[in-house]
Nanobody, 125 residues
Framework: QVQLVESGGGLVQDGGSLRLSCVAS????????MAWFRQAPGKERECAAA????????YYADSVKGRFTISRDNAKNTLYLQMNSLKPEDTAVYYC??????????????????WGQGTQVTVSS
C-alpha cells in the first residue's frame, strides 16, 4: 500500500509559478508510474502530466506543454510538478496518483491505484 501526500498549492498571480510536491510513503519498494491530474470546477478530471518509473518520455497535456515540468526523485519517493507562467485556467485541484508495479507512462485515471487528497491551485487574473 502507498500513501500520497501533495503539497505546494496555493494562490498565485497570473504569470507566477508554483512547485507541487507529492511524497509517497508506505510500501514503496516496487517500481511505479506517477502522474498529476487536475480537476477544475465544472470540468472533467484530466491528466496534466505523467511520468514513468525512470522518467522517460513524460506526458503533458497540450494546455500545459512548455509551462509545466514533471519530475521525480525515486530515492526520496517524491514527485514534483514545476508550474511556470501560470494562467487562470490552470486553477484546479491537483491530485497526485501512483500505479504500482508499472514502469510505463500512464495517463488514464482509472488505471491508477493510489491517490492523494489533492492540493488547490488558484491563479488570479
Amino acid at each position: 500500500q502507498v500513501q500520497l501526500v501533495e503539497s505546494g498549492g496555493g494562490l498565485v498571480q497570473d504569470g507566477g509559478s508554483l512547485r507541487l510536491s507529492c511524497v509517497a510513503s508506505g510500501r514503496t519498494f516496487s517500481r511505479y508510474a506517477m502522474a498529476w491530474f487536475r480537476q477544475a470546477p465544472g470540468k472533467e478530471r484530466e491528466c496534466a502530466a505523467a511520468i514513468s518509473w525512470i522518467g522517460g518520455s513524460p506526458y503533458y497535456a497540450d494546455s500545459v506543454k512548455g509551462r509545466f515540468t514533471i519530475s521525480r526523485d525515486n530515492a526520496k519517493n517524491t514527485l514534483y510538478l514545476q508550474m511556470n507562467s501560470l494562467k487562470p485556467e490552470d486553477t484546479a485541484v491537483y491530485y497526485c496518483a501512483a500505479r504500482d508495479l508499472t514502469i510505463r507512462v500512464v495517463t488514464r485515471d482509472s488505471e491508477y491505484d493510489y491517490w492523494g487528497q489533492g492540493t488547490q491551485v488558484t491563479v488570479s487574473s
